[in-house]
């Protein structure tokens, strides 16, 4: 073998997983076609518990440092949730792919991973002990596992002939990388009487300190075909039809037409090869969703990968990755798609859609409707179907992030390992069967014991009975 993970696309989902398997202890090599790393803005919301996945590898502090990064509030179909605000440790915040991208790569190359531009896949085949890659260039490279992070027009999917079933795009919408002048207006979703509608959120500073703004555009007559270039003309059309002549165009940086074509794949898993990340769903860029559901797709498959290259890796786990993750982008594709309607995307000004929104806008004025909301977009309501969930709260959802004292109880798991929060010191035995795997804290006194993943899922709370089976379930035989 030349490595044992082959991570193919050095995109946010690939960055994440290569710094996953790193912590995990695993020798990978992240190849990249492109000779240098895109700077499109791409996505720009980060949400919580993205967030709060980089703040348990140590990693939100030093990407924090990186700019002004500000904090917002989420939107469902352009009704902003208010009523969510200070509901999670860390709130809604912009921040450009380009700096997520920037920031990984860095943070890899201090480790002595570097990413291996200019190599594009061309070839793939498996066998029972590994896969072979086939580069552009001529060169292959044998490793155990390969997973494709190469975006949604994935190259590995196409050569594994995998199913990607779903919807063609049947209309475009326009976003671009701006700067605004007058009344520059920040995190809005502003729609004209007829039908006209643009969307705009902050995208951080150019190297000017000048503010940057991510805006979109559609309504009637906008839906033009993908290929047809974005003109400056078209943009300012589209600005002056929602907001007159107060809202005007100072710089476009960059423009595209983005599609709502909504694909997922049938099986994330083929084998030795996963699909992460775009490679595994693509659907219309609403509400901040994409990049984060590929950023923890590589959360969920990284440390399961460590434990299936360090030997212990009980025989379902690898498994578990189709089997958590695939329901959590269903759903995402089926929330795009809700609010690309309610959105009239389109601006049919269909009756019948404007009392379902206007009755969707009331329902929304209702706290549990914005909690609820909130849960699917920011990925904290995300409940993973693991054993034990019954009667268990806790179980199969992020573990909370509680102050133990001298530490908080996300910084116990920078090492990438699993942690067992013991606080009365009850399990000290039995979890010394796995002492290789799973780090036990004492602290936190009246805190709940609970069993978390390297992930950060919580996989047993409450009955100690259980707590072995569950040790066993997660992190294989015991020592
Ligand atoms: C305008 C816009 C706005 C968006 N806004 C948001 C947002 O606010 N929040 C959000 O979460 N998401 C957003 N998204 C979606 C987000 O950009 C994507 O979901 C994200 O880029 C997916 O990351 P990825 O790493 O899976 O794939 P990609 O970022 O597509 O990376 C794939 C990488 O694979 C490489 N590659 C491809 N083929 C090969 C090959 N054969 N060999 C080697 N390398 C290969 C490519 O060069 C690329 O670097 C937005 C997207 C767009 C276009």
């Not at 084998?271 to 509400?287: K, S, T, Y």
Request: hydrophobic share 40%; proline share 7%; glycine share 12%.
């Amino acid at each position: 073998m030349d490595t044992d993970v082959l991570i193919v696309g050095a995109g946010p989902t690939g960055l994440t997983l290569a710094n996953e398997l790193r912590v995990a202890g695993v020798p990978t090599l992240l190849v990249d076609k492109l000779p240098q790393r895109s700077t499109l803005s791409k996505a720009g919301g980060v949400q919580s518990r993205t967030q709060e996945a980089f703040d348990q590898r140590g990693l939100l502090e030093p990407l924090l440092a990186t700019g002004n990064h500000p904090t917002g509030t989420a939107h469902f179909a352009g009704i902003t949730l208010s009523l969510t605000q200070g509901r999670h440790r860390h709130p809604w915040r912009s921040i450009p792919q380009a700096v997520i991208e920037g920031f990984l790569e860095q943070h890899l190359a201090a480790q002595g991973i570097s990413v291996r531009r200019d190599h594009e896949l061309t070839g793939l085949s498996q066998d029972e002990d590994g896969v072979t890659a086939t580069f552009a260039s001529g060169r292959v490279v044998r490793s155990r596992y390969l997973v494709a992070a190469d975006g949604g027009r994935s190259t590995v999917r196409s050569l594994l002939g995998a199913e990607f079933p779903g919807r063609p795009g049947t209309m475009t919408t326009v976003a671009a990388d701006v700067r605004l002048s007058g009344d520059d207006p920040v995190m809005t979703h502003t729609r004209s009487e007829d039908g006209h509608w643009a969307s705009v959120f902050p995208l951080g500073t150019d190297p000017q300190g000048r503010p940057l703004r991510r805006l979109s555009l559609g309504g009637p007559g906008r839906s033009l075909p993908r290929e047809v270039p974005v003109t400056e003309a078209e943009i300012r059309d589209g600005l002056s039809a929602v907001f007159g002549s107060r809202v005007q165009l100072l710089e476009l940086r960059y423009a595209r037409r983005i599609t709502n074509a909504a694909r997922q794949a049938a099986q994330y898993r083929h084998g030795r090869v996963f699909l992460a990340g775009d490679a595994a769903h693509v659907h219309l860029p609403i509400g901040a969703q994409g990049m984060n559901t590929g950023i923890q797709d590589a959360l969920n498959l990284g440390w399961k990968l460590g434990a299936a290259v360090h030997g212990w890796a009980p025989d379902h786990l690898l498994d578990t990755y189709h089997a958590e993750r695939h329901p959590v982008a269903a759903a995402v594709l089926r929330n795009v798609q809700a609010q690309s309607l309610l959105m009239d995307q389109q601006g049919t000004r269909d009756p019948d859609l404007v009392a379902t929104k206007e009755l969707f806008a009331a329902l929304t004025q209702l706290r549990d409707v914005q909690y609820f909301l909130d849960d699917v977009l920011s990925g904290m309501g995300i409940r993973y179907p693991m054993p034990g969930t019954e009667g268990r709260p806790l179980v199969g959802l992020p573990a909370p992030d509680l102050d133990l004292g001298p530490v908080r109880s996300h910084e116990l798991l920078r090492r990438g390992r699993g942690v067992l929060l013991d606080p009365a010191d009850r399990f000290a035995k039995v979890a010394a069967l796995w002492h290789d795997r799973v780090d036990r804290a004492g602290q936190g006194a009246g805190t709940e014991p609970m069993l978390i993943r390297p992930d950060g899922y919580v996989c047993w709370a409450g009955n100690p009975d259980d707590l072995e089976p569950a040790l066993g379930h997660w992190f294989g035989e015991p020592h």
